[in-house]
Structure formats: C-alpha cells, structure tokens
C-alpha cells in the first residue's frame, strides 16, 4: 500500500475526529509495517498551553478568551511532531492543521519536502440541522446554541472552506464525502473515496 496524505475538513459535529480514529486503525491493521503518524492539533495546543512558557501563557489566554490563535500555531506544532515523528514513509492523518489558506500553502511545502504523492483531502458534508442534533447528544450543549454554532458556521466558511480551496489549487485531490449517515457508512465511504476498499 502507497503511503496515504490526508487532510480532514468538516464543521463542528461532523465527526471529523471519529473518522480519523477510524481511519488511523484501518491503517495499522491493513498495513502494520508502515505506521501512521496522526497529529491531534487540539491535544498538541492544551499540552503547550499547559508548559509554563511565555508563548504557551499568550496562547491560553487567547485561547480561554474564545479567541483565534495565531496562525503560525498549528503549523509550529505539526513541524514538531513531524520532526519528531515522521520520517516520509508513514501514513499521514491531518486533522485541524489547515484552518486558513497560509496553513494550507505551509502543509503543501512540508509535503513536497518530504516527496509526498497523491496528496487529498476529505470534506465531511453535514447540515446544520444535524450538526446541532450531534453536538446536543454529545452533551456539548454550549457549543450548540443557535448563536454559537452560527458564529462556528460562518467561521468555518470564511477561513476554512478557502483553505480547502487553497490546497486544491496547490494540486491536492478534494473529495466531498456525505457525514450525515452513521459513524460505519461515512468510514466505508471514506475508505471507497481513498481507494483503500
């Protein structure tokens, strides 16, 4: 099996988190020798906040404000795990990393340095309506007042969907894949979608 590069993008309760899970375990029983690095930016960005530094003190306070943290953030913390973890040949799961088009145009770069092929991307599609249903049941009921999940929409369609568009322009595969079905169905389709079934 050819080494996967895949960019996940989706609004709030789409499941984009899920799906990779899913798709990082598909990985490592189908191809055990190859490995699969899978950045968890949200993880990345609690665990700096929490070190003491001066950068990680400014970013909790943007961060527990509601605020949008720099953009050089998140390509500052995949820069480190691929450092550390990532040697080219592995599967690779990025979720949460391009959030604005300057990310999407540093991935690109990273990608190409390490020779990277077959570069995709994969847009869970969800309607709001379920969005909210999802989110409610997840017990994240802040999250899915009509305010706030507006405020998350209109966010996700100003910085993120030109991020998708950024890395299409950059050469990379956009697929739109249909979230609303169960967590199975969207995995099965998401691996037909990537050729891996």
């Known amino acids: 099996m050819a080494p996967v590069t895949v960019a ?53 306070e943007i961060v527990n404000s509601g605020g949008l943290v720099p953009s050089f953030m ?17 599967h690779l799961i990025l979720d949460g990393t391009c959030r604005r088009p300057d990310q999407s145009r540093a991935v690109d770069d990273m990608m ?7 570069l995709q991307a994969v847009v869970l599609k969800l309607s709001k309506e379920t969005a909210k249903q999802r989110l409610v049941a997840r017990g994240r009921v802040d999250d899915a007042t009509d305010e706030a999940l507006a405020s998350r929409f209109a966010w996700y369609e100003e910085h993120v969907v030109p991020s998708v568009e950024e ?9 739109e894949v249909d979230g609303e079905s169960d967590v199975e169905t969207v995995h099965k389709r998401i691996l037909a979608t990537l050729k891996l079934a």
């Not at 690095?37 to 530094?53: A, K």
């Not at 190409?112 to 077959?118: D, F, N, T």
């Not at 890395?167 to 697929?175: F, K, M």
């Open 8 to 60: 996940f993008f989706g609004i709030s309760g789409s499941g984009k988190g899920t799906q990779c899970v899913l798709l990082e375990d598909y990985l490592k029983e189908k191809d055990p020798s190859r490995g699969v690095v899978r950045p968890e930016m949200g993880d990345l960005l609690r665990r700096f906040m929490q070190s003491g530094t001066s950068l990680g003190k400014h970013i909790a």
């Open 74 to 90: 998140p390509i500052y913390m995949l820069t480190g795990v691929l450092n550390e973890q990532f040697d080219g040949s592995q």
């Open 112 to 118: 190409r340095l390490w020779k990277r092929e077959s």
């Open 167 to 175: 890395l299409r322009s950059l050469g990379w595969t956009v697929h």
